[in-house]
């Protein structure tokens, strides 16, 4: 059973990369965020990436959950799976797949919509009878209270360590609303990239085959196409590096030459000198305790630690402080 989509109008979305483009290429240094990666181009290429030898993030939750849904959905017995960010909506399958349950399980797809979601949900659908489907289109910054209220027991996942792309300010709010979210007897699901060597670590986000570098200059066509601009996507340089000190990846677009950039819509014109950089995207990366302190800032409590055999990546089962249960986390 498919729901009708929740969709913001063009003119919102037009207004909203309007504001944020000009807040960050005015700002020193510049930045654009990383949410404008994913326009129809940008989700293709993200999809090479995850089939990339360097890029271990995807396969190491896959196995992650592919271990642990059933103990998961055991114990949760969801009502209602939310799903951030769903992409191909591939893993929330290992979940539904598992779900052993009486009457039907809602499905709520949390994403900025396209014709590749609109497929996988579909896929869904078929596939689940007994799924009600519902899509909500927006971002996590603005939109989250397009959310409906839960139906029964609800389990909110936030995997692919999209977490990681927030500094700590948006992080606290972010992960406050989904606290929020999960009503009485919720639970959140969250992938976290764990710190680890910085050789794999800056591999991951600079693949030798230049797939992350053509994802990386794809914001720039982004913001051409809706800006009416005039950037030169190739006039930049990818650049990626592992930050020791902030625990992070920091995702850079460095101008090779010194250019003259006007973006239409904005009436506004950036000159950028050779070697100046956009920042495009932060991927912070953690370890246990620094995932317990997070958790904490916005009362939730982690319940489960699960790792794949590396120990390269994590998948956290919380719940709202108040309501933790007793239960020892387990890891594996």
């Not at 709520?108 to 596939?127: E, Q």
Request: hydrophobic share 45%; glycine share 8%.
């Amino acid at each position: 059973m498919s729901w009708p989509a929740s969709v913001p109008s063009p003119a919102d979305g037009l207004a909203r990369l309007a504001h944020d483009v000009r807040r960050g290429l005015t700002a020193r240094p510049r930045w654009l965020p990383p949410k404008y990666f994913y326009d129809a181009a940008g989700a293709a290429l993200f999809d090479r990436i995850t089939a990339l030898p360097e890029y271990y993030l995807t396969r190491a939750e896959e196995a992650i959950l592919a271990d642990v849904a059933a103990t998961i959905a055991g114990r949760l017995a969801p009502d209602e799976l939310v799903e951030l960010g769903p992409g191909s909506c591939q893993k929330v399958r290992r979940l539904l797949d598992v779900v052993d349950h009486g009457g039907a399980v809602r499905y709520v797809a949390f994403d900025v919509g396209g014709p590749a979601l609109a497929h996988a949900l579909a896929a869904l659908a078929r596939d689940y009878r007994a799924l009600e489907v519902r899509t909500i289109a927006g971002d996590f910054e603005h939109d989250l209270d397009r959310v409906p209220p839960p139906k029964g027991r609800r389990l909110v996942l936030f995997l692919g360590s999209t977490i990681g792309n927030f500094d700590p300010p948006a992080r606290r709010r972010l992960l406050g609303e989904l606290r929020q979210m999960l009503g009485p007897d919720g639970c959140l699901l969250l992938g976290v990239d764990l710190v680890k060597d910085r050789a794999v670590l800056e591999a991951a986000y600079d693949d030798a085959a230049g797939v992350t570098a053509a994802f990386n200059r794809n914001i720039l066509h982004v913001v051409n196409r809706g800006l009416d601009g005039d950037f030169r996507p190739e006039a930049f340089r990818h650049h990626a590096f592992y930050n020791d000190a902030a625990s992070r990846i920091e995702m850079h677009l460095v101008a090779v030459t010194a250019q003259r950039v006007r973006l239409g819509r904005l009436d506004l014109v950036l000159d950028l000198e050779a070697g100046e950089s956009i920042w495009t995207e932060s991927s912070y990366k953690y370890t246990r305790e620094g995932v317990a302190a997070m958790l904490a800032e916005a009362a939730l409590c982690p319940e489960g630690w699960f790792t794949d055999r590396a120990g390269r990546f994590a998948v956290v089962l919380a719940r709202a402080a108040a309501t933790v249960s007793p239960t020892p986390a387990r890891e594996s």
